[in-house]
């Protein structure tokens, strides 16, 4: 049994830069924090630093590599099912659906911040299925698909403006949850988004082959005996869910879903368990990076880890573009 | 009663959305030979195929396979018994040797992981043929006809009575094609159904036991390529003059302008 020995390595690498990034995070920012305080914390008691350490860093960081881990697989999900490398959920609407979602739940029911996350997965899924639907009606090539996701994108975030605009109060800061950070992470968000990310990892991983499967197109997929209309609605679901929960606290991050995957299949090649893993990681690891770097590069200001991650991540992606052209 | 292996088709008509492309069909492949399915751009060859794998919408009429009717078996049980190989796939990158493992999916339960029998199908897959030493290699990186074979090479590890090949040969330089006809004359000596949408009707007559022969939709002929040959169906259907010689070897070859 020849094992992906390479792909491997290249997870536990990943892991090891995660743990430093997440370290680096707690111990960077504009207030300084020492191991001492981290000692004292571990013992229990709680100094200035402990506390700045336990109630903002500690979320901030752990809401980076949940939105990281959480967009990333979704994602991975998406283009491996809707067969399209340009599929990322800020693309084809899948992030506005979210927010459409969160938004329009904030405004009308503005005490209901425990459903938040409810309503974020059902925004998600309901337009993932809409795309799809539409692309499929419209010819289900590759370009229709992207398409009727980009139309169904700028009408989600119209209607977004127009529940803004008739909503004044609303409790949501229209400007930071459109561009997307984690500044003032809500914990009890943040705890419920934490589990379904990490259930939905989990869940995909042992789906795996099944995954891989899909991935060789619907037609041999269906003459391997895979049910390819109940796993399309399982997986999409999975993605809305995992997109929807990173949203609810984190805001329409862009590119991580887009870039993420794309950096994974150059590394693994697509096989699904690997792929998975290092899309995972890796977008875990890029925004703990990001927004760290967001909130100390400018110290004692900072810029949402959102507007960086456009800044730094739309570039990136042409080079990628360039450097690999030709190579597949 | 019919046998394994065998395909009835019984007043079929199928085709996609409210677009009929056959119209009540009747057609038999039989066990354990090449079936070549031939006729001009749009006459529905692939569409018969794709309705055999379940993979079209069926207006009426009915698809025995071994004796039962299609819908009589489970998905599952079907994939076991057929497998139908695409005319395109979408860019993969994995490996040739997780690509052929996959044929073995049908036989999987849950939780769906391969085993070490599984391997050994996959690895006699690869050897017959002939891409064992390919193994690690990732599909883009294959040639069109290294990456056919490794298609060809799953559809041997599930271990399939019937094998459904939609134009197999398009792409593929000469090289690759005698090899490849080469591959499917050998299913047929461990007594594999076959059945191949094919374009180069000097080789379906050289190579096909039986032939299905489509226009617009309907089947025109049914028969063995003498009987086919020899009804001059295959000139006017496709609106070709036709001949044939025979070389020093005594193989006879077919030609058409």
């Not at chain 1, 659906?97 to 309901?126: D, I, K, N, R, T």
Request: charged residues 15%.
């Amino acid at each position: 049994m020849a094992k992906n020995n390479r792909s491997r390595s290249i997870v536990i690498i990943l892991t090891l830069l995660l743990v430093a990034a997440v370290g680096l995070g707690l111990f960077c920012g504009a207030a300084p924090v020492t191991g001492r305080d981290i000692l004292l914390l571990l013992k229990g008691e709680i100094n200035g630093s402990g506390r700045i350490l336990l109630y903002v860093r500690l979320p901030r960081v752990a809401g980076a590599v949940i939105a990281g881990m959480g967009l990333a697989a979704a994602g991975a999900v998406i283009q491996v099912i809707l067969n399209n490398p340009l599929a990322g959920p800020n693309i084809i609407g899948v992030n506005a659906g979210a927010g459409f979602a969160v938004v329009l739940c904030s405004a009308v029911f503005p005490a209901s911040y425990a459903w938040l996350p409810f309503a974020s997965f059902a925004g998600a899924f309901l337009t993932v299925l809409l795309v799809y639907y539409i692309g499929k009606r419209t010819g289900a090539s590759k370009i229709t698909l992207v398409l009727s996701g980009v139309a169904v994108n700028s009408f989600l975030n119209g209607a977004t403006d127009a529940v803004y605009t008739f909503s004044e109060e609303s409790l949501f800061a229209s400007n930071a949850f459109k561009i997307g950070g984690l500044a003032g992470i809500n914990l009890s968000v943040l705890r419920t988004a934490g589990i379904v990310v990490v259930v939905v990892v989990l869940l995909l991983l042992l789906f795996h082959n099944e995954l891989e499967v899909f991935g060789l197109g619907e037609e041999t997929a269906h003459t391997l005996g895979l049910p390819v209309g109940v796993y399309r609605f399982f997986f999409l679901l999975l993605a809305a869910v995992s997109a929807g929960a990173a949203v609810s606290f984190a805001g329409l991050l862009g590119f991580i879903g887009l870039l993420v995957p794309h950096m994974a299949r150059r590394v693994t090649g697509g096989e699904s368990k690997e792929y998975l893993l290092v899309s995972v990681l890796l977008g875990a690891l890029l925004l703990t990076l990001c927004d760290t770097a967001a909130r100390t590069v400018f110290a004692p200001y900072e810029i949402p880890v959102g507007i960086l991650l456009s800044l730094l991540g739309a570039p990136f992606f042409l080079w990628l573009l360039f450097r690999f052209r030709g190579r597949q | 009663m019919q046998e394994k292996g065998e395909i009835q088709v019984c007043g079929l008509s199928a085709g996609y959305d409210r677009k009929i492309v056959l119209d009540a069909i009747d057609a038999r492949i039989p066990k354990g030979r090449i079936t070549a399915v031939l006729g001009p751009n749009g006459s529905g060859k692939s569409t018969l195929l794709k309705s055999i794998a379940g993979l079209c919408r069926k207006m009426t009429g009915k698809i025995y396979i071994s004796g039962k009717r299609m819908e009589e078996y489970t998905q599952r049980e079907l994939a076991q018994k057929m497998f139908y190989l695409a005319q395109s796939h979408p860019d993969s990158s994995i490996r040739t040797e997780r690509l052929v493992l996959h044929g073995r999916f049908p036989h999987l339960s849950y939780p769906r992981r391969y085993g070490r029998e599984d391997y050994q199908y996959c690895e006699q897959a690869m050897k017959q043929t002939g891409i064992i030493r390919l193994r690690d290699k990732r599909l883009g990186e294959l040639s069109g006809g290294e990456r056919q074979k490794a298609y060809l090479a799953m559809a041997l590890a599930g271990q399939t009575e019937i094998l459904l090949f939609d134009e197999p040969t398009t792409y593929l330089d000469i090289q690759y094609q005698t090899e490849l006809f080469r591959l499917l004359g050998e299913l047929r000596d461990y007594g594999k159904t076959v059945v191949a949408v094919l374009h180069d009707l000097d080789y379906a007559l050289r190579l096909a036991d039986w032939i299905v022969l489509l226009q617009d939709g309907s089947v025109v002929l049914e028969g063995t390529p003498g009987q086919v040959w020899e009804s001059g169906g295959i000139g006017e259907v496709f609106h070709v003059k036709t001949g044939c010689t025979t070389d020093q070897e005594g193989t006879i070859h077919y030609y058409f302008g």
